[in-house]
């Protein structure tokens, strides 16, 4: 059986080249392999793409990191709201936040990455992992590892507890609770903060990394001490270190949600929620207006992330995925990626929203790097046909 015959789903017309850029890229991976392609534009699903055994569209995956995103659009439905002002003290929200000179760190400061307290130096249980807002109480006592606003560095585990505690003490409700009430259940979307029992026997496990040769060296030469700011920042100091790769394989985190890294979603739901956020679907108006997607993607943090020691860029909470990652997108992008290999984005200005999944880990974490060519073919025939 070929490649080819193994793709199976969907384009509309004049997004065929997207279909035929996914049956190219399987080239280079597994047999086994298996994922999902989905993206809207301007609220109309135009690609709707999966492969792999015991796979289809509404098969569920780990999308780690591309939970953030839905964490943001919680924040940013609040602030729409006036519930929220980015320019507020995160203290003002939450008084024990101010411990160790944070007092001053506004709500913008926070979701840029640059409060500096990116994990806790005992580091987290796999029990506070799963829970935000153990996560917070932790955090809110914790000295931060440079000074607040001179420097940025991403606070993988950390960002989506510290919004929701955020989030928590301003409305009394958690923010999957919100994601759920507000943004979910209304569009019907296959991307869980939390995900119900019922839904168990669609998620499929995340499959290990399988490096080549070169690309295992390349990772046994990072660096790997319990005290840089990289293991504090994934929680690889803790007695217990976390593994990364094997988190959404918990239970307990599927369970639970946490706003960091807990989402459970297919590629639809990825796709589908960016498309409610910034165009609407199928006719329904946006969720959020075109002035809160203009302040939410302008770029708050670039240049050297002190946790990843690498070129990155963030907006307001979301990644700026059109600068660094896909600078061929319209400027003020907005997305996430997720370390098992997702994707998640929406183009205001071309009107394409972009969801990707994938079930077994890929190198080096973060975005597959396939990610590139389809949001690429994606791009360009949402351009052309729109």
Same mark, same amino acid.
């Given at each position: 059986?070929?490649?080819?015959?193994?793709?199976q789903?969907?384009?509309?017309?004049?997004?065929?080249?997207?279909?035929?850029?996914?049956?190219?890229?399987?080239?280079?991976?597994?047999?086994?392999?298996?994922?999902?392609?989905?993206?809207?534009?301007?609220?109309?699903?135009?690609?709707?793409?999966?492969?792999?055994?015991?796979?289809?569209?509404?098969?569920?995956y780990?999308?780690y990191?591309?939970?953030k995103?839905?964490?943001?659009?919680?924040?940013?439905?609040?602030?729409q709201?006036?519930?929220?002002?980015?320019?507020?003290?995160?203290a003002?929200?939450?008084?024990?936040?101010?411990?160790?000179?944070?007092?001053?760190?506004?709500?913008?400061?926070?979701?840029?990455?640059?409060?500096?307290? !990116?994990? $806790?130096?005992?580091?987290? @249980?796999?029990?506070?992992? +799963?829970?935000? %807002?153990?996560? *917070?109480?932790?955090? /809110? =006592?914790?000295?931060?590892?440079?000074?607040?606003?001179?420097?940025?560095?991403?606070?993988?585990?950390?960002?989506?507890?510290?919004?929701?505690?955020?989030?928590?003490?301003a409305?009394?409700?958690?923010l999957?609770?919100?994601?759920?009430?507000?943004?979910?259940?209304?569009?019907?979307?296959?991307?869980?903060?939390?995900?119900?029992?019922?839904?168990?026997?669609r998620?499929?496990?995340?499959?290990?990394?399988?490096?080549?040769?070169?690309q295992?060296?390349?990772?046994a030469?990072?660096?790997?001490?319990?005290?840089?700011l990289?293991?504090?920042?994934?929680?690889?100091?803790?007695?217990?270190?976390?593994?990364?790769?094997?988190?959404?394989?918990?239970?307990? !985190?599927? $369970?639970k949600?946490?706003? @960091?890294?807990g989402?459970? +979603?297919?590629? %639809?739901?990825? *796709?589908?929620?960016? /498309? =409610?956020?910034?165009?609407g679907?199928?006719?329904?108006e946006?969720?959020?207006?075109?002035?809160?997607?203009?302040?939410?993607?302008?770029?708050?943090?670039?240049?050297?992330?002190?946790?990843?020691?690498?070129?990155?860029?963030?907006?307001?909470?979301?990644?700026?995925?059109?600068?660094?990652?896909?600078?061929f997108?319209?400027a003020?992008?907005?997305?996430?990626?997720?370390?098992?290999?997702?994707?998640?984005?929406?183009?205001?200005?071309?009107g394409?929203?972009?969801g990707?999944?994938?079930?077994?880990?890929?190198?080096?974490?973060?975005?597959?790097?396939?990610?590139?060519?389809?949001?690429?073919?994606?791009?360009?025939?949402?351009?052309?046909?729109?």
């Open positions: 059986m070929t490649r080819e015959m193994r793709v789903g969907t384009v509309a017309e004049g997004y065929e080249a997207v279909r035929d850029e996914f049956t190219a890229v399987l080239a280079a991976e597994d047999p086994l392999h298996a994922g999902q392609l989905a993206a809207y534009v301007k609220g109309r699903k135009v690609v709707d793409l999966w492969v792999g055994p015991d796979t289809d569209g509404d098969t569920l780990g999308v990191s591309s939970t995103g839905a964490a943001h659009l919680v924040v940013a439905l609040l602030v709201d006036g519930t929220l002002d980015l320019d507020r003290e995160v003002h929200y939450w008084p024990e936040f101010a411990a160790h000179g944070k007092g001053a760190v506004t709500l913008r400061e926070l979701l840029a990455h640059r409060a500096g307290i !990116v994990g $806790a130096d005992a580091g987290f @249980s796999p029990e506070e992992l +799963a829970d935000d %807002r153990a996560i *917070a109480e932790r955090l /809110a =006592a914790q000295r931060p590892y440079w000074r607040p606003g001179a420097a940025f560095g991403y606070h993988a585990l950390a960002i989506g507890a510290l919004a929701g505690e955020v989030v928590f003490r409305t009394g409700r958690t999957q609770e919100l994601y759920e009430e507000r943004v979910r259940a209304p569009y019907g979307l296959d991307f869980f903060l939390g995900l119900p029992e019922e839904h168990e026997a998620f499929h496990s995340v499959l290990p990394m399988d490096p080549t040769p070169e295992q060296a390349l990772l030469s990072l660096p790997t001490g319990p005290q840089n990289a293991s504090i920042a994934f929680n690889r100091n803790a007695p217990e270190p976390t593994d990364i790769e094997t988190l959404p394989n918990s239970r307990l !985190v599927r $369970a949600g946490p706003a @960091s890294v989402g459970v +979603a297919s590629a %639809r739901g990825l *796709a589908g929620m960016y /498309a =409610a956020a910034v165009t679907v199928e006719g329904s946006p969720l959020l207006k075109a002035n809160t997607v203009a302040e939410f993607g302008q770029v708050q943090s670039i240049g050297h992330d002190l946790v990843s020691r690498a070129q990155k860029a963030f907006a307001v909470g979301f990644q700026a995925t059109s600068e660094v990652v896909y600078p997108l319209g003020g992008s907005i997305g996430h990626s997720g370390a098992g290999g997702s994707q998640a984005f929406a183009d205001p200005r071309s394409l929203a972009y990707y999944t994938r079930r077994r880990y890929a190198f080096p974490g973060g975005p597959a790097p396939e990610n590139e060519r389809l949001a690429r073919v994606a791009h360009e025939a949402a351009l052309r046909h729109a």
